[in-house]
């Protein structure tokens, strides 16, 4: 496993027991009838101004708070640019920002009132925008450092890689080309490929162009790191064609989510403070 898959498993595994053992912890009291909550001994603890429902509301919020503010540093600011690939940043965003949400709705104790439910609702938004956004994000051709590639910049690439395979592969650009035809005959059809196909999940025929890459490097007689690298290298070259082909359409739709989803954690952070502030001043220090 390399470095960001271990990463991407350690947060999903703590994402999943903190999710497990928050809920249970209050499992008896929010699923009381919402007239008898009052009555039970759980009030005290549960309750959004109790010690656990109001502790649940500060993390998560602090959660979402350093979830962004660490992620726009790291985007942002030069003398980060090499803390780490920016994609697993963006996977510690996801992961506070959808941790976080969850320990809010905790601390609501799934009762929604009053104005602050405008920052739940927004805050539900902002994560499901996010999930959309993501869905976009990765499907956009960048460098290492998670800058989007210009047009220029993916051309280069699609010939550097060419290059490389007709260069220690014993194959010409015709081979290549009817190769990548039998893998998907979008690759390298004149007509616009149907815009739709890229919508398609990454995996899907995947398994389908390995086997008929494998069969190829048999049939040729080429095996070992040789016939594995040439493999790999067709993947990357079918992959950088169709991004290409699809990489304007996702970079101008991923400027309209921006613009979406900014606001949205906007107007979230505007009505936090807001509560936060009414909460102080009736005297609601969580331990005071
Ligand atoms: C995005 C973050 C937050 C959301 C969406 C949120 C939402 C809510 C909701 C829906 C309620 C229940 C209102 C009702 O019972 O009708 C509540 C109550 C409360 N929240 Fe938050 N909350 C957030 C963060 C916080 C934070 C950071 C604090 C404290 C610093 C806090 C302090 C409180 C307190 C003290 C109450 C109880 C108010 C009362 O019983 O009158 N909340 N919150
Ligand atoms: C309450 C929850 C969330 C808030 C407040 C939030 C807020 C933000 C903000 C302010 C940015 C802009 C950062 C920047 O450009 O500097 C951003 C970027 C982003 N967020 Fe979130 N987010 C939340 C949840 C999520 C979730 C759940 C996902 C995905 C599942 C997600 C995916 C993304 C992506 C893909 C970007 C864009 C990365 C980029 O442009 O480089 N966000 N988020």
């Given amino acids: 496993m390399n470095k960001s898959k271990v990463i991407h498993t350690l947060l999903t595994v703590v994402w999943l027991a903190a999710a497990a053992i928050s809920l249970q912890a209050g499992l008896e009291y929010y699923t009381l009838p919402l007239h008898d909550r009052a009555y039970s001994d759980l009030h005290e603890w549960f309750k959004p101004s109790g010690l656990v429902g109001h502790g649940l509301g500060i993390l998560g919020s602090l959660m979402m708070i350093v979830g962004v503010a660490m992620y726009s540093v790291r985007k942002r600011v030069r003398r980060y640019e090499h803390a780490g690939a920016l994609g697993t940043w963006l996977s510690v965003h996801i992961f506070l920002c959808t941790l976080g949400p969850y320990f809010v709705l905790l601390h609501t104790a799934f009762r929604f009132g009053g104005i602050i439910s405008i920052a739940f609702w927004s805050m539900v938004a902002v994560v499901l925008s996010g999930v959309f956004g993501r869905y976009i994000y990765v499907r956009i051709p960048k460098s290492a450092n998670g800058q989007f590639l210009s047009e220029n910049a993916l051309l280069a690439r699609q010939k550097h890689l060419l290059h490389s395979i007709i260069e220690y592969h014993d194959v010409d650009q015709a081979g290549v080309t009817a190769l990548l035809t039998e893998m998907d005959p979008n690759l390298t059809s004149k007509a616009e490929p149907s815009r739709w196909t890229a919508w398609i999940p990454k995996r899907k025929g995947l398994s389908r162009q390995k086997r008929i890459l494998t069969s190829f490097t048999k049939a040729r007689g080429w095996s070992g790191s040789d016939a594995v690298l040439f493999r790999q290298r067709m993947l990357d070259y079918g992959n950088l064609l169709r991004q290409s082909s699809f990489s ?41």
């Fill in 248 to 288: 304007d359409v996702f970079q101008r739709l991923f400027g309209y989510w921006h613009v979406f989803h900014l606001p949205l954690a906007i107007i979230l952070l505007v009505i936090l403070v807001f509560h936060v502030g009414v909460a102080f001043t009736f005297g609601y220090f969580w331990i005071s």
